[in-house]
């Protein structure tokens, strides 16, 4: 599929840039800084507006929260037990509690579920990943940075309250479906549509195989919850509560997609475990690449 190959050329370009004679720290510097301020907050005000709650929403709008829950609370858990730093910690909960539901998962839904399953797909990314993104992740870097640089209380609400996809998030749930002109939705459109290859770019710059080897364990966490255990828990779930095919089948394959970009660029853009994030994401999406058909073809 194109956007795979898409994928594979943005991030293995990064990994050659990186061996080059190049100021990698300022290239991810700026890239981080468009995608948060500019392509991120497009995307956001193009894809919420208008959203309509109905009873067959409340499984994929609800599955991604509860799945947050559990990721952080397994991350903090095991970090604890096993004397993890706060920010591989915080790092790792996000990474295992966001999934890449848009740039994955829409176009994964379509091709091997049709149209008729995107609309669940897309309350699973928009109602569930995107707030999750804007309220929870935002959250938690912050308070990681506090924890770092003894910021205040009202310093870390105004850095959750001035964070742009924020402020995007609160204007979009505000307006009205099909409120933007068209000529600014298409503009929309290619600036959010330039969000997958640049992060994955960003990825690639920042990628080491040198890991310590105490991140070797929270690296292996964070794919095999994602990957394998996130859609066993969801598939469990949907038939317990006898959830309808055309329903639970998108939230299934939404819930088996690799860590989230955009938490991971906050991460990186925060300077929490650059490296381990960078790498831990990078493996995970690959690893995706193989994991995601075997799961369609065993279980869809």
Known sequence: MSFYLLVGISFFSGIILQRGHIDTARWVAVLNHYIIFLALPALILLKVPGIELTPAALFPMLVPWMLVALSFALAYSLGKYLGWPA??????????????????????????LGEEAVPAAVIYDQLGSFLVLSLVATTSIALLL??????????????VLSFPPFLSLILALLLPAGSLPEALAKIFSLLGASI?????????????????????????????????????????????????????APSFLQSAMPPMVTPAIMLIGAGIAPRFVATTLGLATLASFISVPLWCYWIL
Do not use: C, H
Not at 88 to 112: R, S
Not at 146 to 159: H, M, P, S
Not at 212 to 232: D, E, F, H, I, N
């Open 87 to 112: 920010e591989i910690a915080g790092a790792v909960a996000l990474l295992m509690g966001l999934g890449n539901t848009a740039f994955f998962g829409l176009p994964l839904v379509d091709f091997y």
């Open 146 to 159: 506090g924890q770092r640089e003894a910021i205040k209380v009202k310093d870390l609400l105004w850095r």
């Open 196 to 248: 997958l290859p640049l992060a994955m770019l960003m990825v690639g710059l920042q990628l080491s195989v040198n890991i310590l080897p105490a991140q070797r364990g929270p690296m292996l966490l964070v794919s095999a919850w994602k990957l394998l255990l996130t859609p066993l828990l969801v598939l469990a779930l949907g038939k317990a509560l006898a959830i309808d095919a055309r329903v639970l």
